[in-house]
């Protein structure tokens, strides 16, 4: 079952292209800001693994003379696309206009060659400052309406990214792969019903690469449960790197946040039916202390759903 995907990263120059790609190959090391980037030449290559899958992003360099070197030689750049990803730096105000001429030429491509691409566009450099700014969020709405209007044939999904919200980044190239299969939506199934049964916060399946397979979310969080929730989802990410290392013994790990939750990372092992192989993938759970054993009882149920579940797309 394994397949090569080939997904395009585009957007104007300085929209971000680069920054999201090395931001999400960097995900363990917060505190790091991303390193000066260069405008990237012509195409970077960025190789990685999804549930067995190789995906490879082309990163095109969105300088002007590329665009025009793209749409010189669109066979090259656009032919066999599975998926794109176009960002908008949306704090470019300035050049909206430009950056829907480039997506236009694109999708026109897209047309001409009866490739129905999947699109996710990206409303990036949404910093957490603007995140209550009245303009933007109606920049972004109008934006939408506008694209949903041109384009009334593709499958677009919008999104809002910063690279100073790395959670943001994660969802952004999950959601794009989960396209790759119906599985995932059975997941997301199963991820509800037991949301509900643990009662608890949330619950998201990450890959070994910190990709989210799927995720689902308590609709009644408060405000500041919110960042204990999202500082913890980050701590998550950090140790399931760290459980992946020869030197971590456990496949379990509990940890205390505030508010009297609590946060449980557990690493499942999935072996595949057809090879000798097993897999990682990591549970995250934030869970109200006070429900633990309950939720411990029921957890072995659902790690046997899941496993029954994932077995298929892992062999
Ligand atoms: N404020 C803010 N700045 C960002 C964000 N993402 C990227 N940047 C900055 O935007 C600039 C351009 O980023 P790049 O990733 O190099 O842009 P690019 O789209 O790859 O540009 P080309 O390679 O020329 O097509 C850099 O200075 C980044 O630090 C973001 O989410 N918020
Ligand atoms: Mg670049």
């Known amino acids: 079952m394994e397949e090569f995907y080939k997904v395009i990263i585009a957007g104007l120059d300085n929209a971000g292209k680069t920054s999201i790609l090395t931001a999400l190959d960097k995900k363990y090391d917060f ?185 689902y979310y308590n609709e009644f969080i408060e405000p500041d449960i919110y960042i204990e929730l999202i500082e913890s989802i980050k701590n998550h990410l950090f140790l399931l790197k760290r459980m992946l290392e020869e030197s971590y013994e456990a496949d379990y790990n509990f940890s205390n946040v505030g508010k009297n939750l609590l946060s449980y990372l557990h690493r499942v092992k999935i072996a595949s039916i057809s090879s000798q192989s097993e897999t990682s993938l990591f549970i995250s759970v934030i869970i109200k202390e006070t429900l633990k054993d309950e939720f411990l009882e029921k957890f072995t149920d659902f790690l046997n759903e899941i496993k029954t579940l994932l077995r298929p797309l892992l062999s």
């Open 31 to 215: 505190d790091k800001e991303i390193v000066s980037l260069r405008p990237t030449i012509r195409v970077e290559y960025h190789a990685t693994e999804f549930l067995r899958n190789k995906i490879v992003f082309w990163d095109l360099g969105g300088q002007e003379k590329y665009r025009k070197l793209y749409q010189e030689k669109q066979e090259i750049y656009f032919a066999n696309t599975d998926l794109m990803v176009y960002i908008i730096d949306i704090q470019d105000t300035k050049r909206l206009e430009m950056a829907l001429a480039y997506l236009d030429m694109i999708l026109q491509n897209f047309r001409k060659n009866k490739m129905d691409v999947p699109l996710i566009i990206s409303f990036h450099k949404y910093d957490p400052e603007f995140r209550e700014n009245e303009g933007m969020i109606k920049q972004v709405e109008d934006l939408k309406e506008i694209i949903l209007k041109k384009y009334p044939s593709f499958k677009i999904l919008f999104q809002q990214t910063s690279i100073f919200d790395i959670i943001s980044i994660v969802q952004l190239i999950s959601y794009g792969l989960s396209i790759f299969d119906d599985k995932f939506f059975a997941l997301s199934e199963l991820l509800e019903t037991y949301l509900k049964e643990f009662n608890c916060t949330s619950l998201i399946v990450f890959d070994k690469n910190a990709i989210i397979i799927s995720e």
